[in-house]
């Protein structure tokens, strides 16, 4: 059984950073794809970014330049940093991982970007 942890949500001024975690246990293959996803009140979930073991990255464009993901593959580890936050960041955010045709889902952990 797969198993998604975050953390590292929280509550920030405008213009700060935060940095997410997501730790993945249980059988994980190496050919995966592990990313991040948010969904804002009344709204859609949407990717943010993610990130294949083979390295390719992708990002939502409202993120390109002050989000960066990165994995550490040794430990089934992701890492979303987020520099110059701004209040239509503010959602739950949701570590997602996929292998093959499965799919897993994090809890979610909230970030709360104030104006």
């Known amino acids: 059984q797969v198993q998604l942890v975050e953390s590292g949500g929280g509550l920030v001024q405008a213009g700060g950073s935060l940095r997410l975690s997501c730790a993945a246990s249980?059988?994980?293959?190496?050919?995966?794809?592990m990313g991040w996803y948010r969904q804002a009140l009344g709204k859609q979930r949407e990717m943010v970014a993610r990130m294949h073991s083979d390295g390719f990255t992708n990002y939502l464009d409202a993120v390109k330049g002050r989000f960066t993901i990165s994995r550490d593959i040794a430990k089934n580890t992701v890492y979303l940093q987020m520099n110059s936050l701004k209040p239509e960041d503010t959602a739950a955010y949701y570590c997602?991982?996929?292998?093959?045709?499965?799919?897993?889902w994090g809890k979610g952990t909230l970030v709360t970007v104030s104006s």
């Open positions: 249980g059988s994980i293959f190496s050919d995966n794809l």
């Open positions: 997602n991982l996929r292998v093959g045709l499965r799919e897993y």
